[in-house]
């Protein structure tokens, strides 16, 4: 059974760091890409951060650029997002999701994915 649980949310100041962290069990995810998106209460789920398999591509939102940074550990099946310099705005619950075998582009589109992570609650205080 295939399963992405993640860790690393909470409360922070404005101005603060946070490190996700994305652990993967059931089947090995090295090649295929993975991502975080998020949901503020009240919003549409959005892409936040995208990877391909090994690594070979990043790509972010707009709204974190300069900020954020994605990265993967593949010999422990994890990815993780790195939220620098955080905003009120990026309160949300942040998921991370991962395509299937041989699927290696990440997409920005929620329906490139197949496994989802119940998600982990972010708070950025003002």
């Known amino acids: 059974q295939v399963q992405l649980v993640e860790s690393g949310g909470g409360l922070v100041q404005a101005g603060g760091s946070l490190r996700l962290s994305c652990a993967a069990s059931g089947r090995t995810f090295s090649s295929s890409a993975m991502a975080w998106f998020r949901q503020a209460p009240g919003k549409e789920r959005e892409f936040v951060a995208g990877?391909?398999?090994?690594?070979?591509?990043?790509g972010y939102a707009d709204s974190v650029k300069g900020r954020f940074t994605i990265s993967r550990d593949d010999a422990k099946n994890a990815v993780y997002l790195q939220m620098n310099s955080l905003k009120p705005e990026d309160t949300a619950v942040y998921t991370c999701a991962a395509r299937n075998h041989l699927n290696v582009v990440y997409r920005t589109g929620e329906s490139g994915y197949d496994y989802w992570g119940q998600g982990t609650q972010v708070t950025v205080s003002s």
């Open positions: 990877i391909g398999a090994s690594a070979r591509s990043t």
